[in-house]
Nanobody, 122 residues
């Protein structure tokens, strides 16, 4: 089992920045790919970014490329999502998730955090 806890969400003005953190505990000795997803009110949960374990390859939703950066610190069992140039349409609950392989599909992720709210005011 892997436990994930997100932090760093909040209210920010459009154009601002936030850094989300995800702390992993439990069976963190296993090599997991990590992903960030988001869900806005009335919408499906969507993939935002992922990072592999083996070579730290990264993957992004087209709409966030160039604005968001996913990174990980394996020694600290942490994953981060740096979000710059935020837009009102980025408003959502953001979830951290762990998988055996980096994937765009939420169904490949077996462990999820409780989510952290990000609100971008126009």
């Amino acid at each position: 089992q892997v436990q994930l806890v997100e932090s760093g969400g909040g209210l920010v003005q459009a154009g601002g920045s936030l850094r989300l953190s995800c702390a992993a505990s439990g069976r963190t000795s296993s090599n997991y790919a990590m992903g960030w997803f988001r869900q806005a009110p009335g919408k499906e949960r969507e993939f935002v970014a992922a990072i592999s374990w083996s070579d730290a390859s990264t993957y992004y939703l087209e709409a966030v490329k160039g604005r968001f950066t996913i990174s990980r610190d394996n020694a600290k069992n942490m994953v981060y999502l740096q979000m710059n140039s935020l837009k009102p349409e980025d408003t959502a609950v953001y979830y951290c998730a762990a998988s055996h392989t980096a994937s765009y599909s939420q169904y490949e992720y077996h462990w999820w955090g409780q989510g952290t709210q990000v609100t971008v005011a126009s």
